[in-house]
């Protein structure tokens, strides 16, 4: 035999992460802090309209949003909640809106993946705010983009009138809801409503646009309420003979199945969800897989010790990114695509439980790189240099020829600017990448570890770019630029017109403004003020980061379909 034959590739990453040296304790120690921080306030966010209000929603026998996606999704499974900061900070002058007033995500339904819309009647009576219109049309986006089967658990008063100029009207409004159930529906996917409560206006659609409409007793499904009747047109009915459930099982024939209530109800989605058929699944490589003996070779909670979480000290963090993939990548194991060139974005294979995975990543610790020229450099980690945008195009593209999904890990300042950059044509670099990523036809997930800051952002597959999922790390901060750098520029340009207006401003009242200005703008880059606004489907714990990929993976895998891959006009 050859004595090559008997040589065996190894490809598995060896971590150098200490967790007991001083700073890696200090990083775990504040990680935590911060963690405990967000989980408490993903406690309140859960608790919904409080206690009043659920006590009000028992004494009418019906379940709350949460009870009833508790008795939905199989036992001992996890419901992967999207969303849950939406409208976070939001609404205040209205008594808030917790979670948008709806809950959406992930779980598992009689042993399939599905996805659960469900709304909060404990908040405002389950009303529409505009983030909540908002909400429900980014998982129905999801549902499309993964051929997800969808449930919706319609509780809800409609609309929440005064901002209604905010949620009924647009193109990515209310509306836009209604038009999604009939485009999923044309698309395949399965999607059954079951009514638990009131469904009211135009809110009265939405069951009914989907497959299946079960329905309990006490529930009421009108276009317009006995009140609104009675003012409109003069007739004087109860809500029970207007729309109640039986109406519709015995007249109308809206409904498919009346159950007696939310147990029984919940049960028979159940039982409809078991007798859906299998579609084929994504042509996307998948291998046998255990889950001990092909789990990462290393500890998921040392990610802990890898970053300081304060935002005042984000600028200083290095940190070897290899770290994080060795922690995702099954066994660890992962072949890095030219390894040597353009080391500060790593790119390379691994499998992610058992699927095959491309993955793009900013490295954080500074990197030497030698120029065309032959001139020796240390590039700054973090950094996106003309060489490493080359590389991560090229790369995306071989993802796309051979089907293998992506996963994107920020921690991105940006593209490197100055003269040398400009000369080595970081603009053209630039551009082919973020033409790649924009044309990809792969199933993309995005996970912001740290900061994820410009065309950066862009280039590593942000919200604008179309990723399945966007992940954030309690750590995860992104703008425009960093707060440091925006405090100094906004300070610089507010004094200018301010002594354009015969004002000249102290030390110390510079000093003043900018610790303002950089206050108000690190808020805005917090992961909370993105993950309100939707930017951000989930802020995960970094050591449950392989499970939301694995998650998204198998969402992701229920597509067949991939589009044909064309790059378009890359610069070269």
């Not at 291998?287 to 092909?294: P, R, T």
């Not at 963090?317 to 990548?329: F, L, P």
């Not at 080359?390 to 921690?411: G, M, S, T, Y």
């Amino acid at each position: 035999m050859a004595a090559g034959n008997s040589a065996r590739l190894d490809n598995t990453i060896a971590s150098k992460l200490d967790r007991n040296a001083p700073r890696a304790k200090q990083h775990t120690a504040a990680m935590l802090a911060k963690l405990g921080e967000v989980r408490l306030q993903e406690s309140s966010i859960r608790e919904g309209g409080g206690t009043k209000a659920i006590e009000a929603q028992h004494a009418k026998k019906r379940l709350t949003a949460r009870e009833r996606v508790d008795l939905l999704i199989d036992a001992e499974t996890v419901f992967v909640e999207l969303g849950l900061f939406a409208a976070f900070g939001m609404y205040e002058e209205w008594g808030g809106a917790p979670a948008a007033g709806v809950i959406t995500g992930l779980g598992r339904v009689s042993g399939r993946l599905c996805l659960i819309i469900a709304n909060d009647a404990t908040v405002k009576a389950g009303a529409f705010f505009p983030m909540t219109a908002k909400k429900v049309l980014r998982a129905q986006t999801i549902a499309m983009e993964n051929r997800i089967p969808t449930l919706y658990l319609v509780d809800s008063a409609g609309v929440f009138l005064p901002l209604q100029e905010d949620v009924f009207p647009d193109q990515d409004d209310f509306g836009r809801i209604f038009r999604n159930n009939a485009v999923m529906s044309a698309m395949g996917i399965p999607q059954m409503t079951a009514i638990m409560g009131m469904c009211v206006a135009g809110g009265a659609y939405l069951p009914v646009m989907t497959d299946t409409v079960l329905m309990t007793e006490g529930s009421g499904l009108f276009l317009a309420g006995p009140a609104l009747v009675q003012a409109a047109i003069g007739q004087k009915y109860s809500a029970e003979e207007l729309g109640g459930a039986a109406m519709h099982a015995e007249i109308s024939g809206t409904v498919d199945f009346r159950e007696p209530n939310d147990y029984l109800c919940v049960a028979r989605l159940r039982s409809l969800v078991a007798k859906l058929g299998q579609r084929p699944g994504a042509p996307f490589a998948r291998i046998a897989f255990e889950l001990k003996q092909d789990a990462p070779k290393h500890a998921a909670e040392d990610l802990y010790a890898l970053l300081d979480p304060d935002p005042a000290k984000a600028s200083a963090n290095s940190y070897d990114m290899h770290e994080v993939i060795a922690r995702i990548v099954d066994r660890s194991e992962f072949d890095e695509y030219r390894p040597d060139y353009g080391r500060t974005v790593i790119c390379g294979y691994g499998h992610v439980g058992g699927y095959a995975v491309g993955i793009v990543a900013n490295q954080k610790t500074p990197q030497p790189q030698t120029s065309h020229t032959g001139e020796k450099r240390v590039e700054f980690g973090g950094v996106i240099y003309s060489e490493s945008a080359e590389k991560a195009a090229r790369f995306i593209l071989d993802c796309n020829q051979n089907l293998v999904p992506l996963i994107f890990l920020h921690d991105v300042n940006g593209f490197m600017v100055g003269r040398d950059a400009e000369w080595s044509g970081i603009i053209r670099a630039g551009a082919k990448m973020v033409a790649a990523v924009s044309n990809s036809t792969v199933p993309k997930i995005t996970v912001i570890v740290g900061g994820s800051f410009g065309a950066g952002h862009y280039a590593m597959c942000g919200k604008a770019y179309d990723p399945r999922f966007v992940f954030a790390w309690p750590t995860a901060r992104y703008a425009v630029m960093s707060g440091a750098s925006a405090a100094s520029t906004l300070v610089e340009i507010k004094v200018r017109q301010l002594e354009r207006g015969g004002r000249k401003l102290s030390d110390e009242e510079k000093r003043d403004l900018e610790s303002s200005i950089r206050a108000t703008y690190e808020e805005q880059a917090d992961c909370r003020y993105a993950a309100a606004r939707l930017w951000v489907d989930a802020i995960i714990d970094p050591a449950k980061t392989r499970d939301a990929i694995l998650t998204a993976l198998e969402a992701a895998a229920l597509n067949p379909e991939v589009a044909k891959f064309h790059p378009g006009v890359l610069q070269t």
